[in-house]
């Protein structure tokens, strides 16, 4: 079966750094995606990862590991604002967006 | 970017009303759309997935004849909860892909808060 893990929830430190895990098992890979979603509201997409190694996009990077299927969002210079949950998504051979349960991020002040 | 719109955000309405949410992809055309249901503080579940021009694919469990799906456009998928009772109070998220970007990511409208009184 196709199988997405990641915590499911995490604390940390405004000013810190955190980097949220997800592994994954699915029927093929076309790519692996990383949202954000804020309580109440729809999911917003983050990052996209279809090679191995690490994407950076201002505060947050995401890498891959193919091979591992292994990936981790990773959040610099943490603000409460980040708090919110981090869904792992992965696109399966047939397009299909496979979804983690999502992980509940906690910025502590 | 990519923008997905849909309405309403929030319906509030009696036990045995029909409702009817909208998801407009309005700057570019997506032959597949998806309706995502998340029950309060749980993971998004994804409820069918909508091809332009053809029956919707429902997940299983998903009663097809209580939740019925039309996508009769590529810019246009609905959804129409039949005879809603209080257990299908639930945030209601459309999802839809661009075709010209196979790889690209889902673009979310952002959601239907259904309450059913």
């Known amino acids: 079966g196709q199988n997405i893990d990641q915590p499911t929830e995490m604390t940390a430190t405004e000013g810190a750094i955190v980097q949220i895990n997800c592994t994954y098992q699915?029927?093929?890979?076309?790519?692996l995606f990383w949202y954000q979603q804020h309580a109440g509201e729809a999911p917003t997409f983050l990052s996209y990862?279809?090679l191995d190694g690490l994407e950076e996009k201002g505060r947050f990077s995401s890498f891959l590991s193919r091979s591992k299927g292994y990936s981790y969002l990773l959040l610099k210079e943490l603000q409460m604002k980040d708090s919110a949950s981090y869904l792992c998504a992965v696109m399966d051979s047939n397009y299909q967006l496979i979804w983690g349960a999502g992980t509940k991020l906690i910025i502590k002040p | 970017g990519a923008v997905v719109s849909q309405h309403p955000s929030w319906v509030i309405c009696k036990s045995g009303t029909s409702v009817k949410i909208e998801c407009r992809s309005l700057?570019?055309?997506?032959?597949?759309m998806f309706w995502y249901r998340q029950f309060p503080k749980q993971s998004l579940m994804l409820m069918a997935t909508s091809n332009e021009g053809s029956k919707a694919t429902y997940e299983q469990g998903v009663e097809k004849d209580k939740f019925l799906i039309n996508h009769a456009s590529l810019t246009l998928s609905t959804l129409t909860v039949t005879s809603a009772h209080p257990e299908d109070s639930s945030f209601y998220i459309c999802?839809?892909?661009?075709?010209?970007?196979?790889?690209?990511?889902?673009?979310f409208g952002d959601g239907t808060r259904l309450s059913i009184l």
């Open positions: 699915t029927s093929g890979f076309n790519g």
């Open positions: 990862n279809v």
């Open positions: 700057d570019f055309q997506a032959t597949t």
């Open positions: 999802s839809a892909r661009d075709i010209k970007q196979g790889h690209q990511p889902q673009h």
